[in-house]
């Protein structure tokens, strides 16, 4: 007992560095996060054509035609157009594809130059939603390079087209020309006298700015555009602002300013008349109150954090009642169902849930359906395994979820996908399948699903979403590696095999996640995020396995740290979302070559310790074994709180 009490004593200076940023809440990282694990349609409010990239002049770009022909309103070429928008707006992005295409072709024809441009923006917009990326950037340069060809008249369409070439350049990482881009379309705008296009542009700038670290420039500017916006007169488009204003400073980790900008935003709403913007805003209203209850959660404010889970409930009951929309209030009602699970309310769930089940059936197909599915199936699954763990213990009143149904619901999603032609939301069903079947211990079954869908997610350049399949591929072999070594009589060599892959499966899932960085959140609207739960493990669980024989190999003791570290700055990333700086790494051996480094690292049942002295590739290992996660925290607190009382009475 003395040696355990030396050794965690020897330790917990290093943990209290190590989870200092950890023992401070996540604000940033739950923002985003706390409407669920899981695909959302929630995301979807924000993919129509009016408030897509939460900009206010998309509602301008999308909707602009030569006004010859908004007077002609028949004519082919304009009702193709229209067609295409309805499609985009209907979550139809294939079929919108091909009509836009169509409508592009028909404008070349006739050689309206300014409305063929608009065309393939739009075309680019729709191609991003299915993540074909370079059928998007072949549809902004040939946008642009028309432009190029008109003497007068197109500046105000070249302002619309470098919001779309923006996002597109946001998406795929490059935020640093997203920025300037969206500099560009703002001078264009201003020159135009166009308000409504200058504030778009400024919102997606601020968007840029935070992927870029610059939180400080982007707070400013998003404050800015929030008096400006607020000293508009009231109409539709002041709704949309605020609303989208109010979402973003969600993001941004300001839950204050994005609470009391979204009420204004339905105070707007409310003075208007408009039934279905109050909705949606009801349901931002929601999801930033649940922010806050996280928030709460944290600091251990439990009556903050009560008052804000029946305060997100009530806006997500609001939000269902009020909308004329099958698809916010669908949104509604799952956001409300995953809340009512995660804090055990028993009843609320059973009464909520067949009024969920027949409003699915009446879903057109869209993405926003095939995200429904997912999501209530996901939600069916938390229900079904919290119900299997308290049976255990004591009788269940109420059924548990059918395995069938939830199996159904996944595949009715993943039948729609194909049909849409959709492959970003194909591979969310065909993995949230494999992970169920990973969960029913079906390793076969989940290990296909699984690859399924991270062939998809890398053929189509979303590393947002790959690295949650190939963390799953490595949960999936890891968990059949532990078979192995109970039933194959010792087959070490079977076992050595599975592990080796579940380990290049991890760390595959941790590059992709260092790559991403503070960019996960921007690049990935379609799902809920959490840090804690999305991101953390897959380095904790990467760096047991690397440590889980008895001698660790030095190339997995050089491994494990350098899994530490990225776990390290990606909290600090993620802390930082709201502050003044980006952090750079700074490799820690140049610092000082005479220092010793120490790296305490709690796993599974034990509490580790690399030691890296001065000399190169100097690693020491230690390890004591039966020690929870729980008991460390807890020696942790005890210790902090040691220090701060020794501290206090100085």
């Known amino acids: 007992m003395k040696r355990l009490i030396q050794f965690i004593l020897m330790t917990l200076l290093g943990l209290i560095l190590s989870r200092g940023v950890h023992a401070l809440p996540f604000y940033a990282a739950h923002q985003h996060s706390v409407i669920s694990t899981q695909p959302s349609a929630v995301s979807h409010q924000h993919s129509t054509i009016s408030t897509d990239l939460l900009a206010l002049n998309n509602s301008e770009q999308n909707a602009t035609v030569s006004k010859t022909q908004q007077q ?3 004519t082919k070429h304009y009702l193709l157009l229209e067609k295409g928008k309805q499609y985009y707006d209907a979550g139809q992005y294939s079929d919108a594809a091909r009509v836009l295409q169509q409508a592009a072709q028909a404008y070349q024809a006739t050689g309206d130059i300014l409305n063929q441009a608009q065309a393939l923006c739009l075309l680019s917009l729709v191609t991003q939603q299915l993540g074909e990326w370079d059928k998007a950037q072949a549809a902004i340069d040939s946008s642009l390079s028309l432009l190029e060809t008109v003497s007068r008249g197109g500046e105000g369409v070249l302002a619309k087209v470098l919001n779309t070439q923006g996002r597109l350049q946001l998406v795929q990482g490059n935020a640093e020309a997203a920025l300037n881009t969206w500099q560009n379309a703002e001078a264009l705008y201003a020159k135009a006298n166009d308000r409504v296009g200058v504030l778009g542009s400024q919102i997606n700038q601020a968007q840029a700015m935070q992927s870029l670290g610059l939180y400080r420039r982007a707070k400013k500017l998003l404050t800015q555009v929030r008096q400006t916006l607020l000293a508009q007169p009231d109409s539709p488009l002041k709704a949309i602002g605020l609303h989208n204003l109010g979402n973003v400073f969600r993001q941004a980790g300001d839950l204050k300013q994005s609470k009391q900008t979204l009420t204004k935003s339905w105070t707007v709403a409310q003075r208007i008349k408009s039934p279905e913007s109050q909705s949606q805003v009801l349901l931002s209203l929601g999801n930033t109150e649940r922010a806050l209850a996280t928030r709460a959660k944290d600091l251990n404010n439990n009556k903050a954090f009560q008052q804000h889970i029946q305060e997100a409930i009530t806006h997500y009951q609001q939000a269902a009642a009020t909308t004329t929309s099958p698809i916010t209030q669908i949104q509604a009602q799952l956001n409300q169902l995953s809340l009512l699970i995660e804090t055990d309310q028993e009843k609320s769930v059973q009464a909520l849930l067949p009024q969920i089940q027949t409003l699915l059936t009446k879903l057109p197909s869209s993405r926003a359906s095939v995200y429904a599915h997912v999501n209530f199936a996901q939600s069916l699954i938390k229900i079904r395994n919290r119900k299997l763990r308290t ?4 009788p269940i009143p109420t059924p548990i979820p059918n395995s069938q149904d939830i199996a159904q619901l996944l595949n009715t ?11 970003r939301a194909e591979s969310y069903a065909l993995g949230t399948l494999g992970n169920w079947f990973e969960q029913t211990k079906d390793s076969s079954n989940a290990i296909t699903f699984t690859k399924s869908a991270l062939l998809i997610a890398q053929g189509i350049n979303a590393p947002d979403i790959a690295y949650q399949w190939q963390w799953q591929m490595g949960r999936i072999l890891k968990a059949e590696a532990e078979q192995a070594t109970k039933t194959r009589n010792g087959d070490s060599e079977a076992v050595s095999d599975l592990i080796q892959n579940a380990i290049a499966y991890y760390t595959q899932a941790s590059n992709t996640l260092t790559n991403l960085r503070s960019d996960l959140v921007t690049l990935n609207p379609d799902i809920q995020f ?10 904790r669980e990467l760096v047991d396995l690397l440590l889980g024989s008895p001698q660790p190999s030095k190339d997995n003791l050089k491994q494990a ?7 390290q700055l990606a909290e600090i990333d993620n802390f930082f979302r709201d502050a003044c700086a980006k952090p750079e790494k700074v490799n820690i051996d140049n610092l000082d070559p005479t220092a010793a480094v120490i790296y305490p690292i709690i796993l599974k049942d034990g509490l580790a310790v690399i030691l890296k002295l001065p000399e190169p590739d100097n690693l020491r290992y230690y390890i004591h074994h039966n020690i929870s996660e729980a008991q460390v925290d807890e020696a942790v607190k005890k210790f902090r709180n040691f220090l701060r009382r020794r501290s206090t009475s100085i």
Request: aromatic share 6%.
């Open 72 to 74: 002609a309103g028949s």
């Open 561 to 567: 740290r350098e899994a530490i570290e990225a776990l």
């Open 391 to 394: 049976q255990i213990t004591k």
């Open 413 to 423: 999603a993943i039948e729609q996908a194909k049909t849409l032609e959709d492959k």
């Open 530 to 539: 959490s840090f804690r739960e999305q991101v953390e493990p897959v380095y």
